[in-house]
């Protein structure tokens, strides 16, 4: 079971007291864009296995989207953080790199 | 007006532990900058109690505060002075970005009383309630078994639950089943 942190409760709150919103940290892509950007946008994923940024919900808590950071193989988690961001903050690559030197 | 009647009109589930829906509460939910000094000032002025921290409920009686999230807050008073206290609220906060909203009609709120009731809850919710982490006083937002609810601890043999009135019979149902199921004995129980 996965038991990720809220960061704007600080609780650990269990994968059922959450949901997932997929992958994190995507660039949207809306009108004047070119078709294949759009499509991108709507539809191409990674899919890595290994280090993966994915975006959250407390669904069943305060209801905020955050990001978190964990390894798709393992279910390591590297750390949860602000929705309020374009990347990962250095504390948490300084985490990863810890973890799995050489990730990209 | 019609006569406001509670979602299970006070219905009681005696036991070790016993369950009872506490009847009407009036219940506001307040969005805005929790830091803000206007707002504080309001809330502590309608319930008489601190704004409460991170994950923290600061109750007394009917009234109340709990901390929901970053930006909310259920402010807890007397059924009959809900419509009043709403005022209150936007008349002290006129001017700055903020939501208040009595839902009292829209919740229900239970109240599980006894020795094990920290079992009770533990069984239902995916929260760990162990008394090293979680105190009189702590409150959190889950789910109980099926649907969203909120609880905290009054003191040592208390919890009061707030659900959605819509779930308000199975959450009740949900509590007495796991109050009647009785003690697992995972945690230490007060003598
Ligand atoms: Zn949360």
């Known amino acids: ?104 | 007006m019609s006569e406001a009647i509670s979602a299970l009109n006070g219905k009681v589930a005696a036991g070790e532990v016993t369950v009872r829906e506490a009847g009407l509460r009036g219940m506001i939910i307040l969005r805005g900058d929790l830091s803000d000094k206007k707002l504080r000032k309001v809330c502590t002025a309608l319930t008489g109690v601190k704004v409460p921290e991170q994950g923290q409920a600061n109750c007394d009686g009917d009234k109340g505060l709990c901390w929901m999230s970053p930006d909310e807050l259920l402010v807890l008073v007397p059924y009959a002075e809900a419509t009043q206290a709403v005022t209150t609220i936007e008349a002290a906060l006129s001017g700055t970005h903020f939501l208040a909203e009595n839902v009292s009609d829209a919740r229900a709120v239970i109240f599980v009383e006894g020795r094990f009731c920290r079992e009770v809850i533990a069984k239902l919710a995916p929260v760990d309630l162990h008394p090293d982490t979680f105190q009189p006083g702590d409150f959190r937002r889950t789910r109980l078994g099926q649907v969203a609810a909120a609880f905290w601890m009054l003191d040592e043999d208390t919890f009061e639950v707030i659900c959605f009135r819509s779930v308000a019979a199975y959450t009740f149902d949900l509590l007495a089943a796991s109050a009647k199921a009785g003690a697992v004995g995972m945690f230490p129980t007060p003598e």
């Open chain 1, 1 to 104: 079971m996965l038991t990720l942190r809220c960061p704007y409760c600080g609780v650990d709150a269990d994968e059922t007291d959450l949901h997932g919103e997929g992958q994190a940290h995507l660039k949207r892509e809306g009108p004047g864009s070119s078709d294949e950007d759009f499509e991108d946008y709507l539809f191409m994923r990674e899919n890595p296995k290994g280090v993966h940024f994915e975006r959250w919900r407390h669904a069943y808590g305060c209801g905020k989207y955050f990001h978190a950071a964990r390894c798709t193989s393992t279910l390591q988690v590297f750390g949860t953080y602000s929705a309020q961001t374009l990347e990962p903050p250095q504390d948490i690559k300084d985490k990863i790199s810890g973890a799995r030197p050489g990730w990209s």
